[in-house]
């Protein structure tokens, strides 16, 4: 039989049990989520330095890359294909070429700038390609000239353009005697001078 002596006896080690487990519980519990806790930071940080490699491998394709193609791009700006249209440039251009082909003047219209027309053939990324239409008459002494004035067109730094279309006419100048030293021929050409930037903020590629 228990008696009462006895419980009083077991009082003291009844309550340090107890005591103790509920330390031990609550040391389970703060060990569990420190444990998860630690496991988090843990998964935190692998990403954070994931993603630092990854920074730091990104800069090196980058830098790779400006090294690879800086040399081409400069070419590019200096050659007017870069950057802002230089029509001051193009009309110097014109002048000088006319000058080394030596043929009677040069009548040009230009049209305003605009995204190029067959831009979504190309895949030109976050570029913006543009162009502006210029419409060219001159008098020719004879055929050759033409393509001696192109010629002479594309050896200037003055920007980029490609030829659309030409046609020539005869001004009926010639006599018995034969041609003329003066203009025999009218050619009206038409280009498209090119541009390309980086496109800006809400910029519509054409």
Known sequence: MITRQDVDALRVPLITL???????????????????????????????????????????????????????????????????????????????????????????????????????????????????????????LHEEDLPRFFDALARRSGGFYTIDECTMKRLGTDTEKGPQLDANLSADCALRWLTVTPAKAGAKKG
């Not at 029509?87 to 190029?116: F, M």
Request: avoid cysteine; glycine fraction near 4%.
């Open 18 to 140: 107890l005591a103790t487990l509920v330390v031990a519980a609550t040391m389970i519990f703060v060990s569990a989520a420190l444990r998860d806790n630690a496991a988090q930071l843990l998964t935190k940080r692998e990403n954070e330095l994931k993603q630092a490699r990854l920074k730091i491998q990104n800069a090196g394709e980058e830098k790779e890359m400006i090294s690879r193609y800086l040399s081409g791009y400069q070419q590019l700006a200096r050659a007017g294909f870069v950057g802002d249209e230089q029509r001051i440039n193009w009309l110097d251009s014109l002048r000088s070429a006319n000058e080394e082909a030596r043929i009677y003047g040069v009548e040009y219209d230009i049209s305003a700038q605009r995204p190029y027309a067959y831009a979504s053939e190309f895949n030109v990324g976050q570029l913006l390609l543009q162009e502006s239409l210029m419409h060219l008459k001159f008098r020719l």
